[in-house]
């Protein structure tokens, strides 16, 4: 089954100083919310990293105790705003969006603690957080690819696809059975 596609503007801001507090609070109503299923919570993708721009976007990544303990959290995560989207193409990821009238909206990929993207993640965070250099080359791409694919936020996405590849394979071996939306 394939993937919905989301045409949806690719809009980028400068980083915003902000971001990480609304993680900690985003993080805090889940971990409350989800007890016990949920053991561990990451702030991941380009809001995470100080100093990078990124769409308005925070991703956060609750680790699961078990892929079975995401469709437990459902009525929780519903009951605090958010949309259930199943995996949405990403193998043993339960994937919850919220969109509201803020400044920002919110991905949140559940993976049972060191599985599924997990590590990759973490991976990619952690060596931008550590790389100055990759972090301004991510930058420099991601506004190349906004130009090119100004209305289609998936298209943008895949175009980065191999970036990222790059950078996690440095750490971790890439599973093709995880690596892609199908």
């Known amino acids: ?36 299923h949920v053991v561990e919570v ?9 100093g990078l721009g990124a769409k ?14 995401g469709f437990a959290i459902v009525d929780a995560m519903e009951g605090l705003g ?14 919850f969006r919220w969109r509201s009238g803020t400044d920002f909206e919110r991905h949140i990929h559940c993976y049972a603690a060191g599985e599924g993207q ?4 973490l991976a990619f965070r952690d060596h931008l957080r ?17 130009r090119r694919f100004p209305d289609d936020v998936e298209a943008y996405a895949d175009a980065k696809s191999a970036f990222v590849r790059s950078i996690i394979s440095r750490y971790l ?6 690596a892609s939306r199908d």
């Open 42 to 50: 990451h702030h991941i993708g380009s809001t995470a990293v100080p």
């Open 130 to 146: 550590a790389h100055p250099q990759d972090r301004e080359r991510y930058y420099r791409l991601k506004v190349e690819l906004a």
């Open 56 to 69: 308005p976007v925070i991703d956060v990544m609750p680790g699961l105790r078990s892929f079975e303990d």
């Open 173 to 178: 071996t890439v599973d093709e059975a995880f």
């Open 1 to 36: 089954m394939s993937t919905p596609r989301e045409r949806r503007p690719v809009r980028l801001v400068p980083y915003d100083e902000d971001w990480p507090r609304a993680y900690e609070a985003i993080a805090a109503e889940i971990m409350e919310a989800c007890v016990p």
């Open 82 to 95: 958010y949309e259930y989207c199943g995996e949405f193409g990403i193998p043993r990821r339960h994937y």
């Open 118 to 121: 997990w590590h990759w993640h």
